[in-house]
């Protein structure tokens, strides 16, 4: 097993987390409520004991006796695999608590997943540290890849690390322009990291992983399948500060990441490209509705993005630069535009700052990551700590 | 001359018209404060005279001695042309408001015209009545033009009068696609309506002239020039509900025209195009920029531009059905947003409704044609005439 990654949790603990991400369809929030209140450890042995309330036993009553979580760690070690754990010094817990916020407020299927699977020599707090997702359509044109793989490749330059979900089109162009940086690139996937899918990118994900990660929720051997694509999009989103479509359909996997990445507060940006190409359709919807910024270079999307990336220490939140006094110009308008107890949505942060919806839209996320805004029921409001 | 137009005026004051758009290089604030004030015959005879104050005096004193009207209104009789006068049924009254709006609000060189040569059968009430300017640039690809043409025939053919310049590029390309709907199309100039300007547009201007109608400030034998074009821009802006750019280089005299429709309140909407193409490079940053809505096809420019059009009773406002009774949905969340007395600004009309920025600039321009609402020096509010 890789040595990467910093301290460790213990044994026991990888074992019961192994077993609750086997047991379990992600994501399964009753049983993440589980871990909350008893511990990995705990949790894991009330569900194998059956000793569980009816809401965590529907979620995990078909596989809680098959389950052979040594196995599943042993397999991982044979492709030369870790299982990370929250409990672990890598674990991204920073960009995951968009999900945990999403989860608060009711947004069904938002649920932190209770471990990933990681092929790969990066560190998964420091590959998420400055990332976005560049995704699109399979049936990409050769527009698409290649405005996927040059705008991959000058954000892995820009020391961006290039999220995507490994599937045909424009997520394997996305990849191999990051991968021609050299950059660090991330896949996630919807099946387990040895199921050699898709069969074309095998040889593309042993590349990824020796320059980034490969990542799953799902264990080795898991298939993969249409639900858990939407699934596994819902980590390419909160794993990111933002999500870039480069081609897309009007229905498409790319937009479904897209909107969930707007839902978990993140900026989502589009490609426009001809009238009449449908792989553009989507893109155009997005931008038109104002879903999505439109963007044509590695430049426009950085400054569409905001500053990108967790504060100097990662993990746990503690150790940011909780003060205004490096806020200039348009973030700090939007600061001032924010009270302190009652959330204020983003329409009235633009009506209030002046400053347009969509950098309002990338500096929220981009000050809470500087500890300085926060999240509630009814929107944003200034972080309490912050002086 | 032509008959057209109905009810006309007396032709001592067409006289006295042609003699004040000869006298002064449009737009000419001051010279048309003096015919505010003193009506056109009186202020023309001052002008002659030399009787005049030093500021309309500036804008004057080089022509008003070698003028000679009568020879403008024959030259426009020897090419089939008329003059339009304020005092005329079919003077377009009512878009050309949006003019004094803004001139009241002191933007520079946004006076409304102190008349209009036109050439061609259409009533310029009616031909203002439900239209939309498209533009793009001279320098245009085979793309653009297959856009314009398809779009302008799609609008022509849904009863909106397609506005342009009559320029090489989009321009033309707009006006042939709105003839072979069979629709009507009207052609600005920023020269005298016998420059035969383009050269190689000449017979297009006939066409256009038999179909709907050519028109301009500039007196007969003006020749064109580059300021003319900018301030010819106005008109396009003005006499439609909006303006539509195919395609515009990062700096272009579309773009121009779409800055003074934003700035007149007008719908701005832009297509977007291949990344790379400079072409479409225009198009894309207004778009990011928030200050155009991305169209891709007749039915989203027609959602974009939503109800365009005049009221049913054209002129001087008198007519309107002045009730709320038919609003629902959006238009009526964004009546209800705006207050009796105070003006509310559109991002606080966004806010307050929940209709997205572009739909609510959209409406509010449709809903001040509807007389239910105004603007005023702070923003928007409701006519006070409305039930």
New interface residues.
């Given amino acids: 097993m890789s040595t990467a990654g910093g301290a460790r949790a213990e044994p026991e603990l990888r074992l019961a987390r192994a077993y609750l991400l086997r047991v379990a369809e992600p994501p399964a929030p009753r049983l993440a409520a589980l871990v909350s209140t008893h511990g990995a450890v705990e949790a894991a042995e009330r569900v194998r004991r059956g000793e569980v309330p009816a809401a965590v036993a529907g979620e995990t009553a078909a596989r809680r006796e098959t389950c052979v979580p040594e196995r599943d760690l042993a397999d991982a070690e044979r492709i030369g695999a870790r299982l990370v754990v929250p409990e672990d010094e890598e674990w991204p817990a920073w960009p995951l608590l968009s999900l945990e916020v999403a989860a608060g407020r009711g947004i069904r299927e938002a649920g932190t997943p209770l471990g990933l699977w990681v092929r790969g020599s990066a560190r998964l707090d420091e590959a998420t540290g400055r990332a976005l997702a560049v995704v699109g359509a399979r049936a990409s044109t050769a ?1 698409g890849e290649h ?1 996927a793989a040059e705008l991959a490749h000058g954000l892995a330059g820009r020391d961006v690390t290039v999220f995507s979900g490994a599937a045909y089109g424009i997520d394997g162009a996305a990849h191999r322009g990051a991968l021609a940086a050299p950059g660090r690139t991330v896949a996630v996937l919807g099946c387990g990291l040895d199921a050699g899918y898709p069969a074309g990118h095998v040889a593309l994900l042993g590349r990824i992983a020796e320059e980034g990660a490969v990542i799953s929720e799902y264990p080795p051997g898991a298939p993969p399948a249409r639900h858990r694509f939407l699934i596994r999009n819902r980590l390419l989103a909160a794993l990111t500060s933002g999500t870039l479509v480069v081609e897309a359909g009007r229905r498409s996997g790319a937009r479904n990441t897209a909107t969930t990445a707007g839902t978990l507060g993140k900026m989502v940006m589009a ?6 190409s449908a792989m ?2 989507g893109c ?1 919807d997005m ?4 879903d999505a ?5 590695v430049a ?1 999307v950085l400054d ?1 993005a905001g500053p990108i990336g967790a504060p100097a220490e990662s993990g746990n939140g503690n150790g940011h630069t909780r003060t205004t006094d490096g806020l200039t110009g348009q973030a700090l308008r939007v600061h001032e535009a924010l009270g302190l107890r009652a959330g204020r ?1 983003v ?2 942060v ?2 209030e700052s ?1 400053v ?3 950098r309002v839209r990338a500096l929220l996320p981009a000050l809470e990551l500087d500890g300085l805004v926060e999240r509630c029921d009814s929107g944003w409001r200034r972080a309490r700590a912050a002086r």
Avoid: D, F, Q
């Fill in positions: 527009y405005l490609v426009p490209g001809p009238v009449g553009s359709a155009h931008i038109r509705s104002s910024t439109l963007v044509t270079s426009e569409a949505s329409e009235h633009v009506a002046g347009p919806a969509h």
